[in-house]
């Protein structure tokens, strides 16, 4: 078991009455791309922001790289770079000064903070853009920023969630390009109702249907009509 | 990894950078606490001045609401564009998130005390020179003491549905007993020293400040991961 990014067991997490996850029980192994696959209110959302340390589980556990997020959350989260619907961008600042901002918070040092920006920025085509102020970019062009955003402290673990929604065709390429290139070097999950991409690019999934778990194994044995 | 301290700094330099460049809870407090103090001076001022027990709780009525416009938008507006989300996952204690908020909210209503005490006192005819180190520690004491319940106040208006109406709720009951201590003690440099023990108002009023600041703190965390 310690080749496993994510260990579920018997997950739980409710909104008020509404049960989002159902004793979930689910593994990912370390490193190599993950589906988590579902339509819309399957728990996808709520299970990324569970390994994310951003949300609480009511029952069960989960363990996180190694760690439990609620006894060690400090230590997850150093581990995880996570890109949402939204960015995580503040719009008055520049990209550069955004990425400098969370540099500081992750407590990189100057000259790894450099490179990463360096390389980052030139795969994917951002630098020349880096001095305008986030509320002056595209829409492209501001989550190609995040996604450099979510990958400068270079995190062991990827959450993607539906990372490619509103990505125009380049964008796109250009990201599921470094997402293969890295396939062996960190852990990535990936949630999508997309299950053609889902299926194309992942290694293993897991299929979430209101809550539940309701198959998961490597992409080889996926049945996209459940 | 970055210290809580460097952390809260660095979120503080974030929120005065970015207020800096859109100026819009700076110039509207600006705004409000112009108009009070012209309505109150046309108001109240009889002969050139007023009592000085009317001027001290006027002047702190006056910065107590003006806060609302600089302190509800300290966690609404992170928590409306997404970006909490991102010092929430950033490696770094609770704490400190809500701390570079104080010392953001502290510095903003700063600037706008800066401007309006010198108005105040000139258009309600008294003067705070009477004790000016207690003078400057009681605005000190005080702007942070109101910083600190701002700041949790519009932390715990963020799952609300109707924030604007939620953020009073929680604001006026808790930073009541610190702004009647403040009046108290402004009218007592008012008035001149030597009248009431000052010194004790001014430590239950520290004690105040000390015990919203750790309280707040202290908790902070179930506020970013529910």
């Known amino acids: 078991m310690s080749n496993m990014a994510i260990i579920a067991e018997n997950l739980t997490r409710r909104y008020g009455y509404r049960v989002a996850l159902r004793e979930v029980t689910l593994g990912f192994s370390e490193k190599g791309i993950h589906g988590l696959f579902g339509s819309n209110g399957a728990g996808k959302t709520t299970l990324m922001r569970v390994i994310s340390t951003l949300l609480r ?7 996180v790289m190694g760690f439990d997020p609620q006894e060690e959350p400090e230590e997850v989260k150093k581990r995880i770079g996570l890109v949402g619907d939204k960015p995580l961008l503040y719009e008055e600042l520049t990209g550069v000064e955004n990425l400098k901002f969370y540099s500081k918070l992750f407590g990189l040092s100057s000259t790894f903070f450099v490179s990463q920006v360096e390389n980052l920025a030139q795969w994917f085509g951002i630098k ?26 270079d995190p062991q673990l990827l959450l993607l969630d539906e990372p490619f929604s509103g990505l125009d065709k380049d964008t796109t390429e250009d990201f599921w ?10 852990t990535t999950i ?4 997309n299950l053609a991409l889902g299926a194309a690019l992942c290694d293993e999934y897991v299929t979430l249907r209101k809550g539940i778990v309701i198959s998961q194994g490597p992409i080889s044995d996926f049945d996209q009509t459940l | 990894m970055t ?18 460049r859109k100026k819009f809870e700076i110039f509207s407090m600006f705004l409000f606490a112009l108009i009070a103090v012209l309505a109150f001076s046309f108001a109240v001022v009889t002969g050139g001045s007023v009592s000085e027990e009317i001027g001290s709780a006027l002047l702190w009525v006056i910065i107590f609401f003006t806060g609302m416009f600089g302190f509800a938008p300290i966690f609404l507006s992170e928590s409306e564009t997404g970006t909490l989300r ?48 207690l003078a400057i520690t009681t605005f000190l004491v005080g ?12 932390a715990l208006t963020m799952p609300s549905e109707s924030k604007a109406t939620v953020f009073p709720l929680v604001y006026f009951p808790t930073a009541t007993s610190g702004l009647m201590l403040l009046i108290e ?10 009248l009431i023990p000052v010194l004790l108002i001014f430590e239950i009023l520290l004690a105040h400040m000390i015990a919203m600041l750790t309280l707040s703190a202290s908790v902070f965390h179930f506020a970013l991961s529910p």
Not at chain 2, 95 to 124: D, Q
């Open chain 1, 57 to 63: 589980p009511h029952g069960g556990s989960i363990s």
């Open chain 1, 128 to 153: 020349s853009w880096l001095e305008e102020p986030v509320k002056n970019l595209s829409t492209g062009l501001k989550k190609r920023l995040d996604i450099v955003r979510s990958l400068i402290h």
């Open chain 1, 177 to 186: 390009e470094y997402l293969n290139g890295c396939r062996n070097l960190r």
């Open chain 1, 190 to 193: 990936i949630t999508t109702h």
């Open chain 2, 3 to 20: 210290s809580g301290l460097g952390a809260a700094l660095a979120i503080a330099k974030k929120d005065i950078l970015s207020q800096f």
């Open chain 2, 86 to 133: 991102g010092l929430a996952t950033a490696p770094i204690p609770a704490w400190s998130v809500y701390l570079g908020k104080v010392i953001y909210g502290f510095l903003l209503m700063g600037v706008v005390e800066i401007f309006l005490i010198p108005i105040v006192t000139v258009l309600f005819g008294f003067s705070l020179l009477n004790d000016i180190p």
């Open chain 2, 143 to 154: 702007t942070l003491d109101l910083a600190a319940v701002g700041s949790m106040a519009s």
């Open chain 2, 185 to 194: 003690i402004t009218k007592i440099i008012v008035l001149g020293p030597g």
